[in-house]
């Protein structure tokens, strides 16, 4: 196996954010119908399509697979060969930030996944030279956070040492080697040092003693590369909490009060949560939960019921669908005392209603039957005409729509609603 200190291979591929804006418009040109299916890394001699496609970002195919196989290794690109070109969890929920016009989250996103590349990174003197799977070789990442001064430092000098020794590649690797970890944000160059900046240090503390699970095979370390949220993630816990952080920096509050995008990062904790968090569970309001805790809770319970009713009004004859035109609401409001059932942690106090049901349901304009059928009040007559009126009311006495499970909502969620805000 090769050296930890003197030996540390690298791809030499760059982990700029220009090389990631490249391959950003390669993605987009490989959805085109004439490039399913295309070999991107296949020959290149004579390979009319294989030149065109590169030619995309204005560059020959060699350089163009090299730009396409860093970003696979660094963990946005899933490691396929044929087009279409697919991102990872990581690489897609970059892209949606980067797309709405988050630059902010998009680089922090951009700087953890590099870090996450670097963590689980091995490097070996077989012909492979390196591996996802970090049993397979030497860490480089966990080697030197362990052997940092008391400054958490390290000068180039020695750095260099430990990229290069005497091998024949002295000075060939450290530009890359620093690169990425001052891409990654885990370092900056101060004085002819290296410094860790303290970033991620609950990941740090896990890195120094991490030892990799002999069980986990090769396809079991791209899988964690591509969504380190996953449950076999030795780093979930940490990683979630760094999502966390970077979502309440970036103001997600203000974004779900306007009501106008679902925001990438706190779906992709959500959605992970909602394959293992039981449903009676979701909104508990034990204190020992922080507030970014509840918020990513809250983001889950409201991600399921809209996915409960396939993103449809459950107004009968409301054709309101899509995500962002629907919203998960409370029968039993969110923010009554809770009685013998606890209505903030259970999936059937909700329904997806469309805003203006929404408010309407709200106000107390319209309510269920105990058999889930809708009734409407009276206050009805005193406005005007208008569609939302025209629907409501045409709905009374039909059921409201049906969840993809076939459960309905608690009667005792209803009843409450019914007698309290319910306007006959």
Partial sequence: MASINGDWFHSRSSSNLEELLAVRQLVLESRKLEYTGFNWSGGREGNKKMYKFASTINVEPSTMQTKIRAMIRYGFIKDENQCPLIWTKMGNLWNDLYTIGDF????????????????????????????????????????????????????????????????????????YWKADLINSSLFQEVQENLIYTGKYPELIREIKTFEPNPLLIDEDWKAIRDNPLIE????????????????????????????????????????????????????????????????????????????????????????????????????????????????????????????????AFDHGYFSLTDDHKIISSEKFNKIAEQNLKKVILSSVNLKIKKRTDDRWPLVDFIQYHRNNIFKE
Wanted: charge should be negative; proline fraction near 4%; aromatic fraction near 8%.
């Fill in 104 to 175: 902010a989250a998009a680089k922090e996103v951009y700087q953890l996944t590099l870090t996450i590349s670097l963590v689980i990174f091995a490097f070996n003197n077989t012909m492979e030279q390196y591996s996802v799977n970090p049993g397979k070789g030497d860490m480089p990442l966990k080697f030197l956070v362990n052997n940092l001064d008391i400054n958490h430092a390290i000068s180039l000098k020695e750095f260099e040492a430990l990229v290069d020794g005497n091998t024949k590649r002295v000075g060939a690797n450290i530009s």
């Fill in 232 to 359: 076999m993630s030795p780093f979930n816990k940490s990683i979630r909490t760094i999502f966390e952080v970077i979502s309440q920096k970036e103001g997600v509050e203000e974004q779900f009060a306007e009501d106008i995008t679902t925001f990438p990062l706190i779906n992709a904790i959500s959605e992970q949560e909602e394959i293992h968090i039981p449903e009676i569970d979701i909104l508990n309001t034990d204190t020992r939960f922080t507030t970014n805790t509840r918020r990513v809770r809250n983001a889950t319970w409201s991600i399921r019921i809209k996915k409960k009713y396939n993103y449809l009004c459950a107004v009968t004859n409301c054709d309101v669908v899509g995500q962002i035109f629907v919203e998960a609401i409370h029968i039993k409001p969110d923010n009554t005392p809770d009685g013998k059932i606890p209505h903030r942690t259970h999936i059937l106090n909700g329904l997806c209603l469309c805003k203006h049901c929404h408010v």
